[in-house]
């Protein structure tokens, strides 16, 4: 019994280590007005957390967050 319980809060660490590695993150800057974007590009700002101009959010960086700001690219800019 003893050793059972062992082994799943070893597993259970190792499962908690792995989750709480942390990401590259990039920030991502409005710079252009949505007025006159296509809804799909606004949905995608929606998506990205930019509401306003010049409002700045930090994401993970990773495929996703990659095609939504190309698909975007003209009204972001990547902070660094």
């Known amino acids: ?3 059972l319980l062992h082994s799943i809060v070893v597993y259970l660490w190792k499962k908690y280590l792995e989750d ?3 990401m590259a ?3 991502i800057k409005q710079t252009r ?3 006159g974007a296509s809804i799909d590009q606004k949905r995608t ?3 990205l957390g930019l509401k306003k101009m010049n409002q ?3 994401k993970e960086d990773n495929p996703v967050v990659q095609g939504m700001i190309r698909k975007v690219h003209h009204l972001v800019t990547v902070v660094e």
């Open 1 to 3: 019994m003893h050793a």
């Open 20 to 22: 709480n590695i942390t």
């Open 25 to 27: 993150t990039i920030k």
């Open 33 to 35: 007005s949505r007025i």
């Open 45 to 47: 700002l929606d998506a």
């Open 56 to 58: 700045v959010v930090e």
